[in-house]
T-cell receptor
Framework: KQEVTQIPAALSVPEGENLVLNCSFT??????LQWFRQDPGKGLTSLLL?????REQTSGRLNASLDKSSGRSTLYIAASQPGDSATYLC???????FGKGTRLHILP | DAGVTQSPTHLIKTRGQHVTLRCSPI?????VSWYQQVLGQGPQFIFQ???????GRGNFPDRFSARQFPNYSSELNVNALLLGDSALYLC?????????????FGSGTRLTVV
């Protein structure tokens, strides 16, 4: 049974710092991995989608990597801003399985 | 182009009642999935539909049912509501029932059972 774990559960960093969020999964036979952002009480906004054959994807200040063999993905956020404060969720597919998320708070 | 739309946005129901939640996918998307998210947890998979057929079901009781219409919109029905059904219900659509495409989520329906 696929399990997805995100560490840390919560993170506070000063504005401007670079940071890394971690996601691990137990079954490496995934089709793709997707990172989402969720603001309090809101739906999910897709940030990056990495296919199983890819190693990384980049969008602006965000970079996501995928290592299927070790069952790990990281989301790198460069030059963090207060607007980046949200919960970040990773999910693996076939039937999309989510981690519990990392609550990120950027301190102005 | 409109994104995934869900209605209603908020709903309060009494234990034992029935509820219907609605979802309209992005135009051209034929796959719709439903998720339940309780506070502090990641979303949990409930159902997936593609071309009006159920393609997957999560570990939820038979009180939960869903269907997809010819226009690819979808309904999630929950019977005999329990307090524990209080959650944010999310709908997601995808272009095809393949794994090459990601999901786009709606803003969700906040269900409170009292």
């Amino acid at each position: 049974k696929q399990e997805v774990t995100q560490i840390p559960a919560a993170l506070s960093v000063p504005e401007g710092e670079n940071l890394v969020l971690n996601c691990s999964f137990t079954d490496s036979a995934i089709y793709n991995l997707q990172w989402f952002r969720q603001d309090p009480g809101k739906g999910l906004t897709s940030l990056l989608l990495i296919q199983s054959s890819q190693r990384e994807q980049t969008s602006g200040r965000l970079n996501a990597s995928l290592d299927k063999s070790s069952g790990r993905s990281t989301l790198y956020i460069a030059a963090s801003q207060p607007g980046d404060s949200a919960t970040y969720l990773c999910a693996v597919r076939d039937k999309i399985i989510f981690g519990k998320g990392t609550r990120l708070h950027i301190l102005p | 182009d409109a994104g995934v739309t869900q209605s209603p946005t908020h709903l309060i129901k009494t234990r034992g009642q029935h509820v219907t939640l609605r979802c309209s996918p992005i135009s051209g998307h034929k796959s719709v999935s439903w998720y339940q998210q309780v506070l502090g947890q990641g979303p949990q998979f409930i159902f997936q539909y593609y071309e009006k057929e159920e393609r997957g079901r999560g570990n939820f009781p038979d009180r939960f049912s869903a269907r997809q219409f010819p226009n690819y919109s979808s309904e999630l029905n929950v019977n005999a509501l329990l307090l524990g059904d209080s959650a944010l219900y999310l709908c997601a659509s995808s272009l095809w029932d393949t794994t090459n495409y990601g999901y786009t989520f709606g803003s969700g329906t906040r269900l409170t059972v009292v």
